[in-house]
């Protein structure tokens, strides 16, 4: 099976900056990478008052499924001190698996554990923007069920592009 994986990586606490970069290198030391976005900082979903995210995304070939995915993510997250205390509070890092194909076909999850794709991505500029700059093409430029992503509303969130990327 050949795969590729759409991961949305966020942080708001700490060297956020840094901590995507050295997550983006983890990542790519793991799976082939395929496109990564540039860094965006973007407000706050959720209601809890916090600092501004910062975001990107990042497209990988990988061989692995889906919850194997998760949980490499999950240990990465754990390596850089994330907790899990507030739903949508701050954090250190947020890695969520967005999409995923196998053998150029859209992965469809309703698990509890993970659910493909992820169920607000298609509101969620910090997801569609840096994902248009991905610039993919084919079934990687579509959110399955949703279409493409060029198409997609996202909320009235701000977002700003930065002039740092993943891999800088």
């Given at each position: 099976?050949?795969?590729?994986?759409?991961?949305?990586?966020?942080?708001?606490?700490?060297?956020?900056?840094?901590?995507?970069?050295?997550?983006?290198?983890?990542?790519?030391?793991?799976?082939?990478?395929?496109?990564?976005?540039?860094?965006?900082?973007?407000?706050?979903?959720?209601?809890?008052?916090?600092?501004?995210?910062?975001?990107?995304?990042?497209?990988?070939?990988?061989?692995?499924?889906?919850?194997?995915?998760?949980?490499?993510?999950?240990?990465?997250?754990?390596?850089?001190?994330?907790?899990?205390?507030?739903r949508w509070g701050p954090r250190t890092l947020d890695l969520d698996v967005i999409a995923l194909w196998e053998d150029a076909e859209p992965v469809i999850s309703t698990n509890s554990v993970l659910t493909l794709p992820h169920p607000r991505a298609w509101e969620r500029v910090f997801v569609t923007a840096p994902w248009q700059e991905l610039k993919l093409s084919g079934q990687l430029a579509e959110l399955p069920g949703y279409g493409p992503v060029s198409e997609l509303r996202s909320t009235n969130e701000e977002i700003t592009r930065l002039e740092i990327g993943l891999s800088s």
């Open positions: 099976m050949t795969g590729t994986v759409l991961i949305a990586f966020g942080a708001n606490l700490g060297d956020p900056i840094r901590t995507l970069q050295v997550a983006y290198q983890e990542l790519a030391q793991l799976w082939t990478p395929v496109a990564a976005s540039s860094v965006y900082r973007s407000t706050p979903v959720g209601g809890v008052e916090q600092a501004d995210f910062l975001n990107a995304l990042a497209a990988f070939a990988t061989e692995n499924s889906g919850s194997e995915i998760l949980n490499t993510l999950h240990q990465i997250e754990n390596v850089h001190a994330r907790t899990r205390e507030v």
